[in-house]
């Protein structure tokens, strides 16, 4: 699916779109996200912050302590309460955006999963992906 891509929270009340390509995902196991999705975590784009625009909307933001203590800002819907996006407090020039809130995944997929280790036992994990028990060493991309 070339970009721009197109998404958007469960109500409509948030619109946004991505300039640039997405086809890697990158799922994160974290008890964080568990909390946040209400499942067994979130999947992600991870972008430039600069790709990303909004076109209907304002999200509002809740701040906590990640798993990885870094200090983390995730954005959701206020109507609705669709999770939209995270961002670092140190570094907002990039993003992490949930998959699931993207109009069409056409060619995306999961290519690595992080926190492996607080992965719910009902989580599938593809074994043919990266795998990190904790926080990749790499930074966010
Ligand atoms: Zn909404
Ligand atoms: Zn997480």
Known sequence: MPAPHTGGCLCGAIRYTVSAPISELRACHCTNCQKASGSGGSVNAMLKSADFKLTQGRPKRYTAVADSGRTLHRFFCGECGSPLYSQRDATPENMALRAGTLDDSTGMKITG???TN???PWSHIDPSTHRFPGQ???PAR
């Open 136 to 138: 990749p060493d790499a």
């Open 113 to 115: 999963n992080i926190w």
């Open 118 to 120: 607080s992965a719910r």
